[in-house]
Nanobody, 123 residues
């Protein structure tokens, strides 16, 4: 079973930037829509962004719109999440998942989750 692997997290000051990567285990092509979610301590996992399989459609949560860009590189078989002007409220573990069906902002409609990558934004 394909599993996605997240990387690129770290500690950054408010106003800084990070680029997260999401790759598939093995050499399986990521030929499906991929979503990014995040989970802050003590909170539910929440939707951040989604990109369609052909990169023609993207969705963002209101909390990150204008600061975050989701993209994919077919040649590198990787989906990226570029995050700019980071805020302490962006702190959490970031996960990427394979979209399966249904409403895109429910994590229950995704699978092949990775273990996540920690993003910490200091004030």
């Amino acid at each position: 079973q394909v599993q996605l692997v997240e990387s690129g997290g770290g500690l950054v000051q408010a106003g800084g930037s990070l680029r997260l990567s999401c790759a598939a285990s093995g050499r399986t092509p990521i030929s499906y829509a991929v979503g990014w979610f995040r989970q802050a301590p003590g909170k539910e996992r929440e939707f951040v962004a989604l990109i369609s399989y052909d990169a023609r459609t993207t969705y963002y949560s209101d909390s990150v719109k204008g600061r975050v860009t989701i993209s994919r590189d077919t040649a590198k078989n990787t989906v990226y999440l570029q995050m700019n002007n980071l805020k302490p409220a962006d702190t959490g573990v970031y996960y990427c998942g394979r979209y399966v069906t249904g409403v895109y902002y429910y994590d229950s409609n995704f699978g092949s989750w990775g273990l996540g990558t920690q993003v910490t934004v200091s004030s």
